[in-house]
């Protein structure tokens, strides 16, 4: 027993597993943040709002370590657990139910999210980096991409939230592409400076955005957020890092199977679900109280 709770692999698990309920956690406190503030800026002087940065934080630091000691075949699909975890634990925290439909859509999102996980390799040697130039091409291109999906989806309730998480999923995965740069090669320049705090803007506008894409409910945006993540880095390991998808024409028909598979389950997530609270069913066995019976005067009145 001693043996197995010291492996790297089951270290890599246990650590993977934290994160996930770490990010869930933040996820729904971010969400009930959201549904009694109206606004962001109301969001941000509420405690409840810090604690949910604090885990996130927690969250983001256990997966870095759990990728010391477990292949990222095995921890990124861990990761997307906090869907599972987050959707019955928003239910929880808001006292209704969770529905058919929501586990329908945490279903199919999982399955999705599994496929293009399997899928992808690097091509690529695990030193591969953004070279100085295609950092700032992806943050340009990166930056205007949030700012389209957020002038697009601003003012229309039913779109704002997936649109928001949409932008804070693309602001999250490039976050941790420039992290992995620097990880890579950690070395004191104004280059690294640079990179470093373009990691940081990157992290903290993906958590803001998370914010306003929570104030639509908690199913549907995190899903979405939860997709975006994996397949804006992927998008750039592609394109930039020479990575690919694993067997061939198959893989990438899986891919494409898996994206549409996730696409169904955001929809089903982000259905409206009704506020109905758990209430105690009303005891026929009480008694209704009549009222009295009246006497009614008729006639003449009586003679003194």
């Known amino acids: 027993m001693t043996a197995m709770a010291t492996s790297p692999v089951f270290l890599a698990v246990a650590l993977s597993l934290v994160s996930a309920l770490c990010y869930a956690t933040a996820a729904v406190v971010q969400e009930r943040t959201a549904a009694g503030t109206p606004g962001l800026r109301g969001a941000l002087v509420r405690a ?162 998370a914010q306003k894409a929570y104030g639509s409910g908690l199913g549907g945006p995190l899903a979405l957020l939860t997709l975006v993540n994996p397949v804006a880095a992927s998008a750039i390991g592609v394109t930039l890092l020479g990575e690919g998808f694993q067997y061939g024409t198959t893989g990438t028909l899986l891919a494409i199977a898996g994206a549409m598979a996730a696409g169904r389950g955001v929809v089903l997530l982000s259905r409206p679900q009704p506020e109905r609270q758990y209430e105690r069913p009303a005891r026929s066995d009480v008694p209704v109280p009549h009222p009295l019976p009246t006497r009614m005067l008729t006639g003449t009145s009586r003679a003194a």
Do not use: C, N
Request: charged share 5%.
């Open 48 to 209: 409840s709002w810090w604690w949910a940065v604090l885990l996130s934080a927690a969250g983001a630091l256990l997966h870095v370590v759990a990728l010391r000691y477990g292949p990222l075949s095995l921890v990124q699909p861990l990761g997307v657990l906090t869907l599972v975890v987050a959707v019955p634990l928003g239910s929880l925290a808001a006292r209704r139910r969770t529905s058919g439909t929501q586990w329908s859509g945490m279903a199919l999102t999982l399955v999705g999210l599994t496929a293009l996980l399997t899928v992808t390799a690097s091509g690529g040697t695990p030193d591969s980096a953004l070279s100085g130039t295609e950092v700032l091409v992806v943050a340009l291109a990166a930056v205007t991409l949030i700012g389209v999906l957020v002038r697009l989806t601003t003012g229309r309730s039913s779109l704002a939230g997936l649109g928001f998480a949409a932008a804070s999923g693309i602001a999250s995965g490039v976050g941790s592409t420039l992290a992995q740069k620097l990880a890579v090669g950690p070395t004191l320049s104004w280059s690294a400076a640079g990179i470093a705090i373009l990691t940081v803007a990157f992290a903290a506008g993906g958590l803001l955005l």
